[in-house]
């Protein structure tokens, strides 16, 4: 699997992801921190790489359609974040996409839950 972490992931989730034997870049790696979430969403496209955010925009299907990637995961930590936290949902996620297959599809993950979308 290739990945693409956002902007607004660390380096331990990053790390995570890198420990597994993942396929992972990141936004900042790019330079592409601070562009609209429509760049980030195409370059993820043409780069076959499903991406990992934090932000809840890129849940809006509408706008940026499952279908046409190789998936958008949303991680939905609870209120008080922390980067430990946040690398149990990498782990969590990681786990998962072993088993299950993401591209064309949209998850939402939560500490101990993964709702998954596809249309």
Do not use: Y
């Not at 992972?24 to 993820?44: I, N």
């Not at 949902?89 to 839950?113: C, F, H, K, T, Y």
């Amino acid at each position: 699997m290739r990945w693409k972490l956002d902007e607004n992931l660390g380096h331990g989730v990053r790390d995570v992801f890198a420990a597994a034997g993942q396929d992972v870049t990141t936004v900042r790696d790019e330079g592409l921190q601070g562009h609209p979430d429509d760049d980030v969403f195409r370059v993820s496209q043409s780069e076959q790489r499903c991406l990992v955010t934090l932000d809840l925009d890129f849940a809006e299907t509408l706008r940026f359609a499952p279908t046409a990637a190789s998936g958008i995961i949303v991680l939905r930590p609870p209120a008080m974040v922390t980067p430990a936290i946040l690398a149990i949902m990498a782990r969590q996620l990681v786990a998962l996409a072993d088993r299950e297959a993401v591209v064309g599809s949209l998850w939402i993950v939560e500490p101990g839950r993964i709702r998954v979308h596809r249309e």
